[in-house]
């Protein structure tokens, strides 16, 4: 039995004729192709269970915030701007703390309320500076002081003489001294 050359002599036939290259693989492997829902039939890896997540601490930030604008703003009531700003921001800022107290986030809703009242303190005591500030500008004669400035226009010497006679007028009325006396 003469085989042609374009067959290779390594194989062997089957019964049916049909060449083999290798016997039959008694059994399928379990995993392979299968359909699920993990990528190429794998499992998941294993779940680690070793040391917990850390804690999550309490979220306190607004609250102690909330409390330190209010301070700030009860220092600064004299400059009636800053003082209505921060305390304004410092209540905004104590209801969102108070808020995360709420939902149990943070843990120092006495110092979120305490930022809220001590910066709607530091609002109405900032407001009545208001009050206060023009009537010191009205009691030392500020009012007389701008009419005077106007009136002198570019002329530097009466521009002077207006402004020592509101020195003069702030140092009589609040008996204070503005201009130090020189030491001889």
Known sequence: MTEPADRPT?????????????????YQYPYQNQH????????PPARYYGYPPPPVGPKNG????????????????WSVFVAVVLGLVAVVVGFFGRGRVRRGT?????????GIVLGGLAIIVGLAFIAIWTAVWKDVGGGDYIDCMQNAGPDRIQQQRCADQFRQN????????LTPTPVP
Request: charged share 10%; glycine share 12%.
């Open 10 to 26: 390594d194989r062997r036939e089957n019964p049916q004729g049909t060449p083999q290259t290798a016997p039959p693989y008694p």
């Open 106 to 114: 943070a843990n120092n809703g006495g110092v979120a309320i305490a």
């Open 36 to 43: 699920g829902p993990y990528p190429g039939g794998y499992l």
């Open 62 to 77: 607004l609250g102690i915030a909330s409390l330190v604008l209010a301070i700030i703003a009860l220092l600064c009531v």
């Open 170 to 177: 702030v140092q009589d009325r609040l008996s204070v001294t």
